[in-house]
């Protein structure tokens, strides 16, 4: 852990096998729903859990960093984990956000406040959303991701 030393890293990770090194950030949600339910949102679509980024994430992107999306389940007592590559969060949070700012009959102020999403395999979204089945305990790092 970086104890808040090292900017926008929580944990450093190293891979015995090859050597490698993993930043990982570590973001978390409350889940206050009594069951593992998805919400489903007009504009995006069923979703299964999200979590409040930053406009500075449309623009992070480095081949060893990852994002630890961790939901907290306050009914369930169940903690649920999603590991992300770098990229395909900046590439949603910029989507998502441009598809806010344009939806159709609502004026959205630019706010520098972001979403990040997690959806399923199968369903129709307005923007490219990582899926559950892709992500949910990936704790592999793999170097090519799902499309």
């Not at 060893?64 to 939901?71: A, S």
């Not at 972001?114 to 307005?126: D, L, N, S, V």
Request: hydrophobic share 35%.
């Amino acid at each position: 852990m970086t104890l808040g030393r090292t900017k926008s890293v929580d944990i450093l990770a190293s891979d015995p096998r090859n050597g490698k090194f993993y930043q990982i950030e570590v973001k978390t949600n409350l889940d206050s729903r009594k069951k593992d339910k998805d919400t489903a949102s007009k504009l995006f679509g069923r979703i299964v859990g999200g979590w409040i980024m930053n406009e500075k994430h449309e623009s992070i992107v480095r081949p060893n960093l990852w994002y630890c999306f961790v939901m907290i389940g306050l009914e369930t007592k169940n903690a649920r984990f999603f590991i992300v590559p770098s990229k395909v969060v900046a590439d949603y949070v910029r989507a998502q956000h441009k598809l806010w700012l344009a939806e159709e009959g609502k004026s959205h102020p630019d706010i520098s406040m972001r979403m990040f999403r997690i959806g399923r395999k199968g369903e129709a979204y307005k923007v490219t959303t990582p899926a559950v089945e892709d992500y949910e305990d990936n704790w592999q790092f793999h170097e090519s991701q799902p499309d």
